[in-house]
Nanobody
Framework: QVQLVESGGGLVQAGDSLRLSCAAS????????MGWFRQAPGKEREFVAG????????NYADSVKGRFTISRDNAKKSVYLQMNNLKPEDTAVYSC????????????WGQGTQVTVSS
C-alpha cells in the first residue's frame, strides 16, 4: 500500500516556475514507477511525466518536454516535478501516481494540487 500527498501548487504568472513535490508512505516506494498527471477543467486527465524506480529513465508528454523535469529521491520517498516557463495552458490539478512496474496501469493516486498560471 502506498499513500501519496502532493504539495507545491499555487498561482503564478506565465513564464514563472514551480516545483511540485509528492511524498509517499510505505516501505516499498523505491520499487514503484512514479508519474505525474494533470486534469484541466472540462478535460480528461493526461499524462505529464514518468520515472522508473531507479530514476534512470524518464519520459514526458510532448507538451511539457524541455520545460518540465521529473525526479525522485528514494531515500526521502519523494518524487518531484520541476516546471519552468509555465504557460496558461498548464493550468490544472496535478496528481502523482505510483505503479508497480509489472502493471500497465497506475495503482495508487494522490489527491492532487492546483496549479494556476495567469497570462
Amino acid at each position: 500500500q502506498v499513500q501519496l500527498v502532493e504539495s507545491g501548487g499555487g498561482l503564478v504568472q506565465a513564464g514563472d516556475s514551480l516545483r511540485l513535490s509528492c511524498a509517499a508512505s510505505g516501505r516499498t516506494f523505491s520499487s514503484y514507477a512514479m508519474g505525474w498527471f494533470r486534469q484541466a477543467p472540462g478535460k480528461e486527465r493526461e499524462f505529464v511525466a514518468g520515472i522508473f524506480p531507479s530514476g534512470t529513465w524518464t519520459n514526458y508528454a510532448d507538451s511539457v518536454k524541455g520545460r518540465f523535469t521529473i525526479s525522485r529521491d528514494n531515500a526521502k520517498k519523494s518524487v518531484y516535478l520541476q516546471m519552468n516557463n509555465l504557460k496558461p495552458e498548464d493550468t490544472a490539478v496535478y496528481s502523482c501516481a505510483a505503479r508497480n512496474p509489472t502493471h500497465a496501469q497506475y495503482d495508487y493516486w494522490g489527491q492532487g494540487t492546483q496549479v494556476t498560471v495567469s497570462s
